[in-house]
């Protein structure tokens, strides 16, 4: 085995072309060490990166982030110069008066502000207007169906009217009740047990979670034709668009 003193033992001693042929083969040398260098540092910028990629800073999804996912980045906006609302010159989007107001209520003075006289039967010359726009009072709306028998005067037979198809049962719930209940169960995320107590505390009506779970089961088969024509529309679709959302499953084995 050469050592290192050996090897520059063997140089003193070498010859000037020896020499020559020794510094190439250093250099040739050096320069393969260079290029191995540059390509690993390249291959390990590489692996960093790939390791740092998660689905805040790379098009993977959330599910691909396993335990190790990190909170949301934060706002790099920095605060700015002018105040938070509409700056000068923004048109805005005020309530504006409405031609058609639900409800009229008068405000007529009855008695002279000057000599006390009474009022009544003189004419306006004016008047101002001033709006409130508001929620009409939470009530349910009772519509009752009343089905008449009528007895024929030719020939004496009784003859009733029928009921509409959607009207079965003496007491029920109507649709508009169901809709709005399946929209803010589905859309607003709004669990069964709190929209029961919304409904009573609104509407003092006291509909239980196996109505409105009915009522979703009615839907979804009413709407089971619509989603099977989106489902095959999307299949024949070169590109389907997709969102995944990342969920934790902690599996356990005995």
């Known amino acids: 085995m050469i050592t290192t003193l050996d090897r520059e033992f063997s140089i003193f001693l070498a010859s000037r072309d020896e020499l020559v042929v020794l ?32 689905s805040h800073n790379s098009s993977k999804p959330p599910s691909s982030d ?35 107001p639900d409800h ?5 003075p009855v008695l002279c502000r000057n000599c006390g006289a009474d009022l009544k039967g003189s004419p306006c010359v004016g008047d101002e207007r001033r ?8 009530k349910l709306d009772v519509t009752e169906h009343r089905v008449g028998h009528i007895i024929c005067a ?16 003496p007491v029920q719930y109507g649709g508009r009740i169901k809709a709005a209940a399946l929209y803010l169960n589905n859309w607003q995320l709004l669990p069964w047990e709190r929209l029961c107590e919304l409904l009573r505390d609104f509407f003092g009506c006291s ?13 979804e088969q009413t709407l089971t034709p619509i989603t099977e024509q ?9 590109i389907a668009h997709f969102d995944e ?3 934790r499953d902690a599996c356990f084995h005995v």
């Open 66 to 100: 396993g335990l190790a996912k990190k909170p949301s980045p934060k706002s790099l906006r920095q605060a700015g110069s002018k105040p938070s609302g509409g700056q000068p010159g923004h048109p805005g989007s005020t309530l504006s008066l409405s031609e058609t």
């Open 230 to 238: 989106i489902k095959e529309t999307l299949g024949g679709e070169d």
């Open 245 to 247: 959302t990342g969920q």
């Open 207 to 219: 509909i239980s979670e196996g109505v409105l779970q009915s009522a979703l089961r009615q839907c």
């Open 104 to 108: 009229v209520i008068v405000h007529n």
């Open 23 to 54: 510094v190439q083969d250093l250099r040739a040398e050096n320069s393969m060490l260079r290029a191995e260098l540059t390509a690993l540092n390249a291959r390990i910028k590489e692996l960093e990166d790939r390791l740092g990629k998660d």
């Open 154 to 169: 030719n020939c004496g037979t009784e003859s009733a009217g029928e009921f509409p198809d959607l009207v079965r049962k």
């Open 131 to 138: 709006q409130v726009f508001d929620l009409p009072d939470p």
